[in-house]
């Protein structure tokens, strides 16, 4: 068996996931990096991305995470993500949707605050999209 990193990844509200993987890929800051047993101690901001779990060279899982903080020491990885959602999760036409229906309340935003927050709004579905590839 190969060698396993653990990853802990924690929201605000809960623990999500705690298990044992063979490599986790994770979407810094500066861009994604790849965490394997024995691993160089690190900490790292996150990004709006994906993290994607593998056993062996197969995808296991895929983590739309948006934005938090990622630590890694020894053989522990954890993440402590501001939202973290499933991949497999989302459905693309609901998001579609939301993203037009976010493009409209831009349009119609009557003053910079609203208008601030439709925007941001919209990103984060886009995002959530992009995930989805």
């Known amino acids: ?22 490599m986790v890929v994770i979407p810094g800051a500066e861009g994604d990096f790849a965490i394997m047993a024995g691993h160089t101690p690190i900490t790292s901001t996150l990004r709006p991305g994906v993290i994607t779990i593998y056993e062996g060279d197969v995808e296991k899982d895929r983590i739309f995470v948006n934005g938090g903080f990622a630590q890694v020491s020894d053989d522990k990885i954890t993440v402590l993500a501001e939202e973290a959602i499933h991949v497999a999760d989302l459905d693309r036409s609901d998001l579609e949707q939301r993203v037009k229906n976010a493009a409209e309340d831009i349009e119609d935003a009557k003053d910079d605050e609203v208008k601030r927050k439709a925007q941001e709004n919209k990103d984060h579905l886009e995002q959530l999209l992009e995930a989805l590839g």
């Open 1 to 22: 068996m190969a060698d396993m990193v653990t990853m802990d990844l924690v929201s605000p509200e809960k623990l999500l996931l705690s298990d044992a993987y063979e």
